[in-house]
């Protein structure tokens, strides 16, 4: 399962980013998909997650109120959509899925990572 990620870039304290995902490969059913982050010198961690299945989504707590994750399903494709950006915010953003592959294994992938930047 190949992930491909887009949306980062430059946008001022207070704006909006929009990132999207899009699985591709040998799927037969992504199960969850989310978006975690890495600053500089920070470990990475989840900024949000949704089951494709029940649509249940999770959030840190930085993001609640502010970052709305949401998934099409027949795109194989998840987004994330951050408004308020705050400085605090600026860090390369990760897609990740959990899927069932065509021979039935479980696969774990990640993508490559999307810049946002955030200026004060």
């Known amino acids: 399962v190949q992930l491909q990620a887009s949306g980062g870039g430059l946008v001022q304290a207070g704006g909006s980013l929009r990132l999207s995902c899009v699985a591709s490969?040998?799927?037969?059913?992504?199960?969850?998909m989310g978006w975690y982050r890495q600053a500089p010198g920070k470990q990475r961690e989840l900024v949000a997650s949704?089951?494709?299945?029940?649509?249940?989504?999770t959030y840190v707590d930085s993001a609640k109120g502010r970052f709305t994750i949401s998934r099409d399903n027949g795109k194989n494709t998840v987004y994330l959509q951050m408004n308020s950006l705050k400085p605090e915010d600026a860090a390369v953003y990760y897609c990740?899925?959990?899927?069932?592959?065509?021979?039935?294994?479980?696969?774990?992938?990640w993508g490559q990572g999307t810049q946002v930047t955030v200026s004060s």
């Open positions: 490969g040998s799927i037969y059913r992504v199960n969850e």
């Open positions: 949704i089951s494709t299945g029940s649509g249940r989504t």
């Open positions: 990740n899925s959990d899927s069932l592959s065509d021979s039935g294994s479980r696969v774990l992938s």
